[in-house]
């Protein structure tokens, strides 16, 4: 069973939603990163998305592209990715991380080379941005061949008919977009969002993530109420942005940030919980 | 009437034949394609449905011809260069002037077919991107006429390269926005109209104003800028009783290259020439020329050659013309290069700015900086060739937009 499966299987015998933490690798240095992904598991966070920095983040709103500018200036490669997983590995074993990110520098290393890495320093999973299920074919045989779970977006404009064929290739589970607009946008509505929740679950028994808007305790419970799974992203990029140069204060905030979104999220879930049970 | 697109049976035609390209998924071999985020696909999806049906659509067809000749002025004049020819002594070198067009260059041909899309479509608001401003220029005009929202996107560095036609945008109603990201030129412009469309999704339409970006694009905006070549092809033959000998034109993202060759690919008498900005010279890294020394990748929903570091990551261009300062180039380029019908070359900065004040003090025509990158190709090609051989250059643009540029690198206070 993978890592994936496995968080989500031990998170729904509890009733709880999963906390999708995203930091972009090598930002706000590539000596943190490692250090940031630990701060984020020990304030509750049950999943990582590692992004991948690329230089034209053209689904990313300005917090995650400036984010991939401080990892770039420091020279972070793909290579120099997969080897924080790797180093994030001997200390933690159990939580799942999927790389996001676009598909000119994996193209680069070669998707073969890049599947056969990202097994080897144990990724659990792969998120491309800019490759719709369309142009997925040759990396999802290969990242599948390496036991790497292929994670697709869904978005509010995905047709009923895209919604199946998407999650028929999907593995671990399944992103959905909860807006129009780019990573770190306002404007979450989540009557709209439960609606589409329960179309895709029409299509998958697979976990349904829901990012794209999602910062602060009371936008991540009400998603929590709906979803498998919460995503923050900008929100943590803030911290990291705002505190780049005094390290223990840039991991104390990100620790308290997340770790006030998990409360607010697992008395979300309880108290879904205890409503369902009672109706 | 005018077709828009040539329609020839994909059956009966060889692979090599640009009229079947691109195929069902927008791929020119193994270029081209939809790599963008899910949030596009639909809308991209609805415009292809919407262009597939227009583009046969009468109605639609008589429209655009009109606006064609009575908004911009079409047919552009096919021009004979006597003096410039005279010099290098070589071919017979003749101009297509899309330097005449309403606006100044080729790029008002393909937005104001995008814009009669967008009409069609219900959009109220169209967003365009913009490096020279040329198409910005052209998208506010569309704007402008049919009474349409518009916001243009313009790299911060090239808003100071372009002043003048900042103002022409403001001037026509457009709401220009500064992109200060990454290198602040073309590349970021297109990441910048990007995010905006797919937060505005519902009411916008895009306006991309060269062969790139993902499928439908390059091959509609292939399609309303081979006018073009149609025209050219008719006046060379009216004029000299043949075909030219060879093709010559600028290529950043390559919509005026494109339009030119398009309906000559199967005139196998035909040579075609590419040129890319060569900045400094290729051997300096610093240009614009990803078909000369990039190599192939996925950038801006498609895949095609880019300019890119080992690691993948997009580099920072260089053209002393803002309008071929871009790291990819159209996919059908990128094909067209794989197969061998069109030949790819560059010229350096110097190159082009010593070939803008060539044609204008021996021909009297300014030309833009992007086209004086095909008069210095065409001028060499020339020399090496006989007298009673013909080159057609598209002179795409005019010059009156660079004369601060060219001023100011020689030193002079306007």
Same mark, same amino acid.
């Given at each position: 069973?993978?890592?994936?499966?496995?968080?989500?299987?031990?998170?729904?015998?509890? /009733?709880?939603?999963?906390? @999708?933490?995203?930091?972009?690798?090598?930002?706000?240095?590539?000596?943190?990163?490692?250090?940031?992904?630990?701060?984020?598991?020990?304030?509750?966070?049950?999943?990582?998305?590692?992004? @991948?920095?690329?230089?034209?983040?053209?689904?990313?709103?300005?917090?995650?592209?400036?984010?991939?500018?401080?990892?770039?200036?420091?020279?972070?490669?793909?290579?120099?990715?997969?080897?924080?997983?790797?180093?994030?590995?001997?200390?933690?074993?159990?939580?799942?991380?999927?790389?996001?990110?676009?598909?000119?520098?994996?193209?680069?290393?070669?998707?073969?080379?890049?599947?056969?890495?990202?097994?080897?320093?144990?990724?659990? =999973?792969?998120?491309?941005?800019?490759?719709?299920?369309?142009?997925?074919?040759?990396?999802?045989?290969?990242?599948?061949?390496?036991?790497?779970?292929?994670?697709?977006?869904?978005?509010?404009?995905?047709?009923?008919?895209?919604?199946?064929?998407?999650?028929?290739?999907?593995? =671990?589970?399944?992103?959905?977009?909860?807006?129009?607009?780019?990573?770190?946008?306002?404007?979450?509505?989540?009557?709209?969002?439960?609606?589409?929740?329960?179309?895709?679950?029409?299509?998958?028994?697979?976990?349904?993530?829901? =990012?794209? /808007? @999602?910062?602060?305790?009371?936008?991540?419970?009400?998603?929590?109420?709906?979803?498998?799974?919460?995503?923050? /992203?900008?929100?943590?990029?803030?911290?990291?942005?705002?505190?780049?140069?005094?390290?223990?204060?840039?991991?104390?905030?990100?620790?308290?940030?997340?770790?006030?979104?998990?409360?607010?999220?697992?008395?979300?879930?309880?108290?879904?919980?205890?409503?369902?049970?009672?109706? | 009437?005018?077709?828009?697109?040539?329609?020839?049976?994909?059956?009966?035609?060889?692979?090599?034949?640009?009229? *079947?390209?691109?195929?069902?998924?927008?791929?020119?071999?193994?270029?081209?394609?939809?790599?963008?985020?899910?949030?596009?696909? !639909?809308?991209?999806?609805?415009? !292809?449905?919407?262009?597939?049906?227009?583009?046969?659509?009468?109605?639609?067809?008589?429209?655009?011809?009109?606006?064609?000749?009575?908004?911009?002025?079409?047919?552009?004049?096919?021009?004979?260069?006597?003096?410039?020819?005279?010099?290098?002594?070589?071919?017979?070198?003749? #101009?297509?002037?899309?330097?005449?067009?309403?606006?100044?260059?080729?790029?008002?041909?393909?937005?104001?077919?995008?814009?009669?899309?967008?009409?069609?479509?219900?959009?109220?608001?169209?967003?365009?991107?913009?490096? %020279?401003?040329?198409?910005?220029?052209?998208?506010?005009?569309?704007? %402008?006429?049919?009474?349409?929202?518009?916001?243009?996107?313009?790299?911060?560095?090239?808003?100071?390269?372009?002043?003048?036609?900042?103002?022409?945008?403001?001037?026509?109603?457009?709401?220009?926005?500064? *992109?200060?990201?990454?290198?602040?030129?073309?590349?970021?412009?297109?990441?910048?109209?990007?995010?905006?469309?797919?937060?505005? *999704?519902?009411?916008?339409?895009?306006?991309?104003?060269?062969?790139?970006?993902?499928?439908?694009?390059?091959?509609? *905006?292939?399609?309303?800028?081979?006018?073009?070549?149609?025209?050219?092809?008719?006046?060379?033959?009216?004029?000299?009783?043949?075909?030219?000998?060879? #093709?010559?034109?600028?290529?950043?993202?390559?919509?005026?290259?494109?339009?030119?060759?398009?309906?000559?690919?199967?005139?196998?008498?035909?040579?075609?020439?590419?040129?890319?900005?060569?900045?400094?010279?290729?051997?300096?890294?610093?240009?614009?020329?990803?078909?000369?020394?990039?190599?192939?990748?996925?950038?801006?929903?498609?895949?095609?050659?880019?300019?890119?570091?080992?690691?993948?990551?997009?580099?920072?261009?260089?053209?002393?013309?803002?309008?071929?300062?871009?790291?990819?180039?159209?996919?059908?380029?990128?094909?067209?290069?794989?197969?061998?019908?069109?030949?790819?070359?560059?010229?350096?900065?110097?190159?082009?700015?010593?070939?803008?004040?060539?044609?204008?003090?021996?021909?009297?025509?300014?030309?833009?900086? !992007?086209?004086?990158? %095909?008069?210095?190709?065409?001028?060499?090609?020339?020399?090496?060739?006989?007298?009673?051989?013909?080159?057609?250059?598209?002179?795409?643009?005019?010059?009156?937009?660079?004369?601060?540029?060219?001023?100011?690198? !020689?030193?002079?206070?306007?």
């Amino acid at each position: 069973m993978s890592r994936l499966q496995a968080t989500f299987e031990n998170l729904a015998k509890d /009733g709880r939603t999963a906390l @999708i933490a995203y930091v972009t690798a090598g930002d706000p240095h590539p000596d943190l990163t490692v250090q940031i992904l630990h701060t984020l598991v020990e304030a509750g966070c049950d999943v990582i998305e590692l992004g @991948i920095p690329f230089s034209d983040p053209m689904a990313d709103g300005p917090v995650i592209q400036s984010a991939c500018e401080r990892a770039l200036a420091h020279g972070t490669s793909l290579k120099q990715v997969l080897n924080m997983v790797e180093e994030f590995r001997e200390q933690d074993t159990q939580t799942p991380i999927v790389l996001m990110g676009y598909q000119n520098p994996i193209e680069v290393m070669g998707m073969k080379k890049f599947a056969k890495q990202a097994q080897q320093k144990q990724v659990d =999973g792969i998120l491309t941005v800019d490759m719709p299920i369309e142009q997925a074919e040759e990396a999802v045989n290969e990242y599948k061949k390496h036991e790497l779970d292929n994670i697709f977006l869904i978005a509010p404009t995905t047709s009923s008919e895209r919604i199946k064929h998407i999650c028929d290739h999907s593995s =671990g589970f399944v992103y959905y977009v909860s807006l129009k607009g780019v990573t770190g946008a306002g404007n979450l509505d989540t009557v709209e969002v439960a609606k589409n929740i329960e179309e895709i679950k029409k299509s998958t028994t697979l976990p349904v993530g829901v =990012g794209f /808007g @999602i910062k602060d305790p009371e936008s991540a419970s009400k998603v929590a109420a709906i979803a498998d799974a919460v995503v923050v /992203g900008s929100a943590i990029i803030n911290e990291i942005e705002a505190h780049a140069s005094d390290n223990d204060k840039m991991l104390g905030n990100i620790k308290a940030l997340m770790s006030s979104i998990r409360l607010a999220m697992d008395n979300s879930s309880t108290n879904q919980q205890q409503n369902k049970e009672v109706a | 009437m005018t077709r828009i697109a040539n329609n020839i049976d994909p059956t009966t035609a060889d692979s090599r034949n640009s009229d *079947v390209m691109p195929n069902a998924h927008g791929m020119f071999g193994e270029y081209g394609g939809r790599y963008v985020a899910e949030t596009l696909i !639909e809308p991209l999806a609805e415009l !292809e449905q919407a262009y597939s049906h227009y583009k046969d659509d009468p109605e639609f067809i008589a429209e655009f011809d009109t606006d064609l000749a009575h908004y911009v002025g079409r047919p552009s004049p096919l021009y004979h260069a006597q003096r410039l020819s005279q010099k290098y002594a070589g071919a017979q070198i003749y #101009l297509k002037r899309e330097d005449l067009n309403h606006t100044g260059a080729h790029k008002i041909n393909n937005t104001i077919g995008q814009a009669l899309l967008a009409k069609r479509m219900g959009k109220p608001r169209i967003i365009a991107e913009t490096g %020279a401003g040329q198409h910005g220029v052209a998208s506010a005009t569309v704007a %402008a006429r049919l009474g349409l929202e518009c916001v243009v996107y313009m790299g911060e560095q090239d808003i100071h390269r372009q002043a003048p036609n900042v103002y022409r945008m403001k001037l026509l109603g457009a709401k220009v926005v500064p *992109v200060t990201s990454g290198s602040k030129t073309l590349k970021d412009a297109l990441n910048e109209a990007l995010r905006d469309w797919v937060t505005n *999704v519902d009411n916008t339409f895009y306006i991309i104003g060269t062969v790139a970006g993902p499928h439908p694009y390059p091959l509609l *905006v292939r399609d309303f800028q081979s006018i073009i070549g149609r025209e050219a092809r008719e006046q060379m033959q009216q004029q000299t009783g043949s075909l030219p000998d060879a #093709l010559v034109a600028c290529v950043g993202g390559g919509s005026n290259a494109i339009g030119l060759f398009h309906p000559f690919i199967n005139d196998e008498s035909v040579n075609m020439f590419g040129v890319e900005a060569g900045g400094y010279g290729l051997e300096t890294g610093k240009h614009s020329a990803p078909l000369n020394s990039g190599r192939p990748g996925v950038l801006h929903g498609n895949r095609t050659y880019l300019m890119e570091d080992d690691n993948g990551q997009i580099i920072e261009t260089h053209s002393i013309s803002a309008g071929l300062d871009y790291p990819g180039v159209g996919p059908e380029h990128a094909w067209l290069k794989d197969i061998g019908r069109v030949q790819y070359d560059s010229v350096t900065d110097d190159e082009a700015l010593a070939a803008f004040h060539e044609l204008t003090r021996v021909e009297g025509i300014i030309p833009a900086l !992007e086209s004086s990158h %095909a008069i210095a190709y065409a001028t060499k090609l020339a020399s090496t060739m006989s007298s009673d051989k013909k080159i057609l250059v598209n002179l795409s643009g005019r010059g009156d937009k660079d004369i601060n540029t060219v001023a100011e690198i !020689e030193g002079i206070t306007i």
